[in-house]
Nanobody, 124 residues
């Protein structure tokens, strides 16, 4: 059974930085497609960034390009999201996702395993 545990969220002022971590277990981590999603109150869950292990390809939502960086440490079975230049509109619950079923990476329905989420709040 896949288990994903996020950490690293918190409250920061606009322009600040945070690094989210997602520890994975029970999963073939080394050859996988993983992603970060976020969900603000009243909004649908949206894809933020994804990484495909086999080729280290990374993909980002337009709203975070140039500010966020996704990476993974296979030795530690950990996925990261470095967030710089945070804006109030980045405020949301952030989720780690794994067990990709195919299709568009930014569609949350295409991932079967999820962490419990970590809250990010950015004040102006």
């Amino acid at each position: 059974q896949v288990q994903l545990v996020e950490s690293g969220g918190g409250s920061v002022q606009a322009g600040g930085s945070l690094r989210l971590s997602c520890s994975a277990s029970g999963y073939t981590y080394s050859s996988s497609y993983m992603a970060w999603f976020r969900q603000a109150p009243g909004k649908e869950r949206e894809g933020v960034a994804s990484i495909y292990s086999a080729f280290r390809n990374t993909y980002y939502a337009d709203s975070v390009k140039g500010r966020f960086t996704i990476s993974k440490d296979d030795a530690k079975n950990t996925l990261y999201l470095q967030m710089n230049g945070l804006k109030p509109e980045d405020t949301a619950m952030y989720y780690c996702a794994a067990d990709f079923q195919g299709g568009r990476w930014y569609n949350y329905r295409n991932f079967r395993s999820w962490g419990q989420g970590t809250q990010v709040t950015v004040s102006s």
